[in-house]
């Protein structure tokens, strides 16, 4: 068949412009020597290694997990209840929220950044760790709010309402009966939120880039220096992290539903 | 259960901690910012409150059109590389099995929420002249040495290409999942091949999310900030690296801000644009 030759050569150039420069980077992080040459001469883990052991990189490292892990639960703490509300009530005027939980994330992000750099200046708490926690959890917000809305309306009223009717108070119905069923969905968007912040780069340099440094920023200021494998290295870190996480919430959940109707809320 | 206006002060309560979070993380910065626009500059500090439109009439510039007008035109052309590879292949994708359909998802979120930084560094690395691609034409016989292939504008272009076609991808995908097929089936019926049938029926159906998913892509491309920097030359560099570069190296705030609610007003519009679109695809 001609017509599935070209659609396997089509889906094969695609793959390849966007597998290429991965590959590379791979190639190079594996290079013995600190040279950066493709193919690489030797074989060699020990930049990897770098990461870990030398103290700069590793102090990137944990500033931008700690970052990920506190701005990804900032942003679920605004989201749900955001989409608890929006689902259980009616209340047009609420939507308001909604929009400003999504324009973050449409407008450019140097917007964001500008917007939070000023924020922090004025109110006097620029350079602080948190505040790009905070700002990274506005930014993100979007995500969870993407996924718990999509959560939320995936759940069948009936079941609610007889928990209702059985005497269960909005609390205990939280609790016993709506948490439980978009518990994948909190799980997702919290994924998608850490991820996106553990490679944010504008929001992180101007809250926090001259006091913390984290991975993002530390690879861009090593750039100027030269390059060294051990950045090739984090890159691969962050790829497999990125595919893991994603791979994780397609085996879990529905990952073409969860897409399918992202695009359309947004 | 069915939903119901909240008749309590107590019902308001899950909006409280949202409602108090976005107001004073995002409305008021933002604001901050719109506010600071018509400041002052403050060469020893970040700025003096005063009112002036200064900032805004050094949009008359050259400097500042000759920036403006190329963020513009490689926004453009990064959409249009964008939607006319992704189109069809997302089409193609819908087509596939769910397992292909999910690991070629996994694998363009992956792509997607690559740093920038990142992105950045794995194209300067295979333009570069040592560990480059050229590397492999010499090694065909294409070339006869290796050369950097950057800073140049094809790097730049390429880059965000790269940056923006996995977005591309994911906003058309919903349309195209949804694409009716019936239609498809017909024209394949009546003996057009699967190439023409494509053409004319597949892309006129679609014309309005094409157009949509152009303004969207647009819009992504204005927001790109490093590869201009790490891959182009500073005549490369775009509206974003110049608020970036304003706000931080030339510590010019005020100006930065003013650029930066210029390029609110150029996002929102096109947003809204394509909301309008969206709505008459909806409504015929």
Redo the contacts between chains.
């Keep these: 068949m001609r017509g599935t030759f070209l659609r396997r050569l089509y889906f094969f150039a695609v793959g390849l412009f966007l597998a290429l420069p991965l590959v590379v980077v791979a190639g190079v992080s594996f290079n013995e020597k600190q040279d950066l040459t493709f193919p690489p001469i030797g074989f060699s883990l020990s930049w990897y290694g770098q990461i870990f052991a030398d103290a700069e990189w590793r102090r990137a490292l944990i500033a931008s997990v700690l970052l990920a892990v506190s701005a990804a639960a900032i942003a679920v703490a605004v989201a749900l209840p955001l989409a608890w509300f929006l689902w259980r009530r009616i209340a047009p005027w609420a939507n308001v929220f909604q929009l400003l939980g999504v324009a973050p994330f449409i407008l450019p992000p140097v917007i964001t950044a500008l917007g939070m750099l000023t924020f922090w200046a004025t109110s006097g708490f620029y350079g602080q760790p948190w505040t790009a926690a905070i700002s990274h959890g506005i930014f993100f917000v979007t995500l969870p709010l993407v996924t718990l809305s999509l959560g939320f309306a995936s759940i069948d009223r009936s079941l609610v309402e007889a928990a209702a009717t059985m005497g269960a108070d909005d609390r205990t119905l939280l609790k016993t009966v709506v948490l439980p069923l978009i518990l994948p969905y909190l799980v997702s968007g919290y994924a998608f939120a850490f991820v996106l912040s553990l490679n944010e780069y504008i929001v992180a340099y101007m809250t926090v880039g001259f006091t913390t440094e984290t991975l993002p920023i530390k690879i861009f200021n090593a750039l100027r220096y030269g390059y060294t494998p051990t950045m090739a290295a984090v890159s691969i870190f962050f790829v497999a992290l990125a595919a893991l996480v994603f791979g994780l919430i397609a085996r879990f959940g529905d990952i073409r539903k969860l897409l399918g109707a992202m695009a359309s809320e947004g | 259960?069915?939903?119901?206006?909240?008749t309590s002060v107590a019902?308001?309560g899950?909006?409280v901690?949202?409602?108090v979070?976005?107001?004073v993380?995002?409305?008021?910065?933002?604001s901050?910012?719109i506010a600071?626009s018509f400041f002052q500059r403050d060469p020893a500090g970040?700025y003096t409150t005063d009112f002036t439109l200064d900032n805004y009439g050094r949009f008359l510039s050259l400097f500042f059109g000759r920036v403006l007008g190329f963020s513009l035109v490689l926004s453009v052309l990064v959409a249009i590389c964008c939607v006319a590879?992704a189109f069809?292949?997302t089409y193609?994708l819908t087509r596939q099995s769910?397992m292909v359909?999910?690991v070629w998802?996994?694998?363009?979120?992956?792509?997607l929420?690559?740093?920038?930084?990142?992105?950045?560094?794995?194209?300067s690395?295979?333009f570069?002249r040592?560990?480059?691609?050229t590397?492999l034409f010499v090694w065909l016989g294409l070339m006869d040495e290796p050369v950097a292939l950057l800073p140049s504008f094809g790097a730049v272009l390429t880059g965000m290409v790269?940056q923006a076609?996995?977005y591309t991808v994911?906003?058309l995908?919903?349309a195209l999942?949804?694409l009716d097929t019936t239609l498809l089936e017909v024209a394949r019926t009546l003996g057009s091949s699967?190439i023409r049938a494509f053409f004319n029926v597949v892309v006129p159906a679609l014309r309005n999310t094409l157009v949509a998913t152009i303004i969207m892509v647009f819009?992504f491309a204005?927001?790109s900030?490093?590869l201009p920097q790490?891959l182009g030359r500073p005549q490369h560099w775009t509206l974003?690296v110049l608020?970036?570069d304003q706000?931080?190296y030339q510590s010019n705030?005020p100006f930065?801000?003013a650029m930066?609610a210029f390029?609110?007003l150029i996002?929102?519009a096109l947003?809204g644009l394509t909301l309008l679109v969206g709505r008459r695809e909806n409504a015929s």
């Design positions: 259960m069915r939903r119901e206006p909240p019902d308001y899950p909006l901690f949202p409602g979070m976005l107001v993380f995002f409305v008021v910065p933002f901050t910012m600071v970040f590879i069809p292949f193609l769910r359909q999910t998802l996994v694998a363009l979120l992956s792509v929420s690559l740093s920038e930084v990142i992105i950045g560094f794995a194209w690395t295979l570069s040592t560990a480059g691609i590397n790269y076609l996995p994911l906003v995908y919903p999942v949804r699967p819009v204005l927001g900030y490093l790490i974003s608020i970036t706000a931080i705030m930065a801000a930066a390029l609110v996002s929102l947003v």
